[in-house]
């Protein structure tokens, strides 16, 4: 006789002495020193050239290293590795305790301490570098995403000692490029070697939840493909009365180019190498999670009565879940209005941010995107795309039944209602990496960024509740997995 029951014996430690732990950390500790990292205008190195001279970053992650090195946790080393013209990496590194895991292996958390640009558009009494709490909820840039990531790792370790659990040996990882797609995280690996090991559970904290009321495991991540289009009509401005009607106007020749690759009316992406197939299993899910939750899964701040091109909540989860996107994150070569002169202008670029469903090899999206906007342009303009970077999607493996198990009692243990899953269109290209090259790990992908946050835009904000519950829950399966 066969049955889902899983073949281990639960996690052994006092629950409440764990959760107590963990809300004494939150409130006395970790949250004193997020407000100092918000403070701290470290964004990502793909929006700021000069970081290594500005020398935000090292403050960032001497402020994680400091922090961690108090932490009462056996046995654990840190260092902040460093490489030439490269951001910087904090390893924490905890041997197995409490007798778990006589083979050795390996649970890795992962978290970044790199921020996305302030953005302009912030409330009243708001700002991306000053810290406020207000209504439980702590404001500004990069505390949801992702800073308390390393603070909420080290806890959950931290707690399954201090209430007399187990847990095996467990690597902290935090990066500083997450935000520019990773970059600098492969050579770190490689630097490293077998210091990580071959980790057999995953931990990372810089996803969402599509509610407050429970633990959200994500199950898929889209890619990501950045790129420039630029657009050169003319080798300097122009009077636009001398020029309107014969020189083509270099946004109309960007516009005409866009609609190659994107349907101007639906916003559905026209390239096959951009398209993947959903799994039946996944389809079911969000289908189920749209029926479930409705258009909570599409509260955005919509403008007056603007809405999705797509029909009903399960199409737009699909949408933004298993389908590309385009989004133009900028421009350059138009003057505000304010400063406008009567001029037709040389040139016109677009930064393009396609989301690419999992599956999706991106550079073959590379390709195919260059051959569509470089191949005979209109009115033979001069065409240029630039790759900034293109990351690939993950799709989850199947979850084993000890964490399927595990990941109902912590979600009961720390919110009171069994987990559920949901797909997320963001990216985190480090999941891509390790999901190629362990593909036996398992993964908890979970995180705080839920209804209202606003990650990467104006007024983001950390839900401290559900932050801290988070904390519990991870705990809970780390000791799990020392159990399995």
């Not at 469903?357 to 303009?381: H, I, K, R, Y």
Request: proline fraction near 8%; glycine fraction near 10%.
């Amino acid at each position: 006789m066969t049955n889902d029951v899983p073949t281990y014996d639960a996690p052994r430690f006092d629950a409440p002495a764990l959760a107590e732990h963990v809300a004494t950390t939150w409130e006395q500790s970790i949250l004193p020193t997020l407000v100092e990292y918000i403070r701290i205008p470290n964004v990502s190195e793909a929006y700021d050239a000069d970081w290594a001279e500005a020398g935000h970053m090292d403050r960032a992650i001497e402020l994680a290293r400091a922090w961690c090195a108090a932490r009462r946790i056996a046995g654990m080393t840190l260092s902040v590795e460093t490489l030439p013209g490269r951001t910087p990496v904090l390893v924490c590194d905890i041997p197995a305790f409490g007798g778990a895991d006589p083979d050795g292996r390996t649970v890795l958390l992962y978290g970044h301490l790199d921020k996305q640009p302030p953005m302009h558009g912030w409330r009243d009494g708001l700002g991306p570098w000053e810290p406020v709490v207000e209504d439980g909820r702590l404001y500004g840039r990069g505390g949801a995403d992702d800073g308390y990531a390393t603070f909420a790792s080290l806890t959950a370790i931290e707690a399954i000692q201090a209430a007399g659990g187990r847990h095996a040996r467990c690597v902290v990882l935090a990066e500083c490029s997450e935000e520019s797609g990773s970059p600098d995280l492969p050579a770190h690996l490689e630097a490293l070697g077998d210091r990580i090991g071959r980790p057999s559970l995953v931990v990372c904290l810089d996803s969402g939840c599509a509610t407050y009321d429970r633990l959200w495991v994500t199950t898929s991540l889209r890619g990501n493909l950045i790129a420039d289009l630029r657009v050169d009509v003319l080798t300097e401005g122009v009077h636009s009365g001398d020029a309107g009607g014969v020189v083509p106007s270099s946004f109309r020749v960007l516009r005409r180019l866009l609609d190659r690759v994107e349907d101007p009316d639906t916003g559905r992406i026209l390239l096959p190498e951009m398209q993947a197939a959903v799994p039946a299993e996944r389809e079911a899910a969000l289908a189920a999670t749209a029926d479930e939750l409705g258009t909570e899964l599409t509260a955005f701040p919509w403008a007056g009565t603007t809405h999705s091109p797509w029909d009903g909540p399960a199409a737009d989860y699909l949408a933004r879940t298993w389908q590309a996107s385009l989004a133009l994150t900028g421009m350059d070569g138009i003057p505000p209005g304010s400063q406008a002169g009567n001029v037709l202008r040389p040139f016109t670029t677009a930064t393009m941010s396609f989301r690419l469903p999992p599956g999706v090899d991106p550079d073959a999206a590379s390709a195919a995107l260059t051959e569509a906007l470089q191949t005979d342009p209109p009115q033979d303009a001069q065409v240029t795309l630039t790759v900034h970077s293109a990351e690939a999607g993950w799709d989850a493996p199947p979850t084993a039944p000890w964490l399927a198990t595990a990941l109902d009692a912590a979600s009961e243990a720390a919110f009171g209602r069994a987990s559920s899953t949901m797909g997320e269109g963001g990216t985190i290209p480090f999941m891509a990496m390790l999901g190629h090259q362990f593909p036996d790990a398992q993964f908890l992908i979970t995180g705080v960024l839920g209804p209202g946050t606003n990650a990467h835009g104006p007024n983001e904000y950390l839900h401290l509740e559900t932050a801290q519950r988070v904390t519990v829950a991870v705990a809970h399966v780390v000791a799990s997995h020392a159990a399995s």
